[in-house]
């Protein structure tokens, strides 16, 4: 794998500039992770699950699955600080098939849908401030959607609807317009990143100390907390398969956790900054989601009626458009409320995508110097950036964005990032057998307990995705995803004829 890296080093003169401190990395962490989904999920969670309990038990799991993914990965990125970060990780472990395959997959559905995903939600929230950007599609094809159904797809609800509408178009001018922003160069984009970071994590923040204090509702603290607690979450196997499909949102919501090691080239001291940014980041972010749906539960019931009048009715399986904090605000302070947090929730959603459209880039220049993608995706330009990986980014984003619905990419998203944490935790146990005497600046805690309880819980939701009806077909198809990059890898090698990173 060396022998790679070496053989193309000198394509390209310009390097990284280590510009990234240890409080940019933490806020690329934190601001990676906090984009839409925290503000939105809470509303389908609730209805899967139907119980407060349960809801707040997702998102402690949430967070026990983050950090201890998140205490593994520390090993590894102090091990290889190299842009590329998870990729290199599972070349390294794994060889470069498996290495290909999560680049394949990232660049298809992972970081791309993701971006899709809350750029969407960006669109969606710009609503609130300007009624007049709805989410109507003015479709290509008005007769029928594409919907796959050797895919399992049979529901007319899950099928891909192609077209464009305002919401989507403003989707679109927000991808191009932090992709402009990246290419001026990596300083730019982390005074952006931190910047927009402080902002949402205080308005996280502020929301939480209102929701538990001048928020408190009586009518949501009878419902929620009180004697006969309400709603009924299912039982026995079905109460699993809920589960594990609820956490398709919570998870959505804390992925991206890893993003900062993509971008390891730019870190300073990352033997060190890259474990503590992993720890701080998703620590912080963490507790903050499980707060932030105490306050939920403070200010809204959670069981309501789709058909509800008012704000309390409708609760919040049935906050309008899902958009639940809204709704708790819109409780306490009216319209302004109402104002106020999607304010909030825009600039979130605005800064995740700042992250994750500036760490995703940092994996196809690594790809491409192995000889694994378009070779022009391997240079940096003048301002020491992937500028052509950063354009080719964002143009199959738009079409994500004109293709496929929020929760449909959500689906899609969650169970390839699932399989391949778990994969690349495997390659940490792989690692230490292979290189037992390699530096390794920091260890992971509790190896190699906490990380085989990773993998377990890991692979056990992937599992969950595959078996539960809700989810099948997004995971059925996010599994074709990734067996597809097999033929064309090998295509990509003989095409190529990089020489085998595992020699």
Not at 38 to 48: L, Q
Not at 309 to 315: C, D, Q
């Amino acid at each position: 794998m060396a022998g790679v890296a070496q053989s193309t080093s000198a394509r390209s003169g310009s390097e990284f500039v280590r510009a990234l401190t240890l409080t940019d990395a933490t806020m690329l962490v934190a601001g990676s992770m906090i984009g839409s989904g925290i503000f939105i999920v809470s509303a389908d969670i609730g209805r899967t699950l139907n119980s407060p309990l349960w809801l707040l038990l997702v998102w402690l799991m949430t967070g026990a699955v983050t950090l201890l993914g998140a205490l593994a990965y520390g090993e590894l990125a102090a091990m290889y600080p190299k842009a590329g970060g998870q990729y290199v990780f599972l070349r390294e472990s794994m060889g470069p098939l498996m290495g290909f395959l999560y680049g394949w997959t990232l660049f298809l559905v992972i970081q791309t849908g993701t971006i899709a995903a809350v750029a969407v939600a960006f669109g969606r929230f710009l609503g609130v401030l300007v009624p007049g950007i709805g989410g109507e599609r003015f479709s290509w094809f008005p007769s029928a959607d594409l919907c796959l159904v050797s895919l399992g797809c049979t529901d007319p609800g899950k099928a891909f609807q192609l077209g464009l509408s305002p919401q989507r178009l403003v989707a679109l001018a927000s991808i191009w317009l932090l992709t402009w922003i990246n290419l001026r160069g990596v300083k730019e984009g982390k005074l952006l990143q931190t910047s927009l970071t402080v902002i949402k994590t205080g308005a996280l923040a502020l929301l939480v100390i209102i929701g538990l204090t001048i928020g408190r509702n009586a009518e949501a603290l009878a419902a929620n907390f009180g004697a006969g607690l309400a709603g009924a979450p299912p039982i026995g196997n079905a109460l699993v398969l809920a589960f594990g499909a609820a956490m398709v949102g919570s998870l959505f919501s804390s992925d991206a956790w890893n993003n900062v090691t993509f971008a390891a080239a730019e870190v300073q001291n990352p033997q060190k900054n890259l474990p503590r940014a992993l720890l701080l980041g998703t620590g912080m972010v963490s507790l903050l989601y499980v707060l932030a749906n105490v306050a939920y539960l403070n200010m809204l019931p959670l069981v309501g009626s789709p058909d509800g009048t008012t704000v309390l009715a409708r609760g919040i399986q049935y906050a309008t458009q899902d958009r639940v904090a809204t709704a708790a605000m819109e409780v306490l302070f009216g319209a302004s409320g109402t104002t106020l947090m999607a304010v909030a929730i825009l600039i979130s959603t605005f800064g995740c995508n700042n992250g994750l459209i500036m760490a995703g880039a940092r994996v196809y220049y690594a790809m491409a110097r192995d000889g694994l993608f378009f070779q022009r995706a391997g240079d940096l330009n003048a301002r020491q950036v992937p500028a052509f990986a950063l354009i080719v980014q964002s143009v199959w984003i738009s079409v994500l964005c004109l293709s496929g619905t929020y929760n449909q990419l959500l689906d899609y998203v969650i169970f390839a990032a699932l399989v391949f944490y778990c994969l690349t935790t495997i390659g940490l146990f792989i690692l230490r057998v292979k290189l037992p005497n390699a530096e390794r600046p920091y260890r992971a805690i509790g190896y190699p307990v906490l990380p085989a309880v990773y993998v377990l819980l890991a692979g056990g939701l992937s599992v969950i995705l595959l078996v539960a009806d809700k989810t099948r077909a997004q995971a059925v198809a996010g599994l074709v995803i990734v067996l597809l990059g097999i033929p064309v890898y090998l295509l990509w090698r003989s095409r190529s004829g990089a020489p085998n990173p595992a020699s």
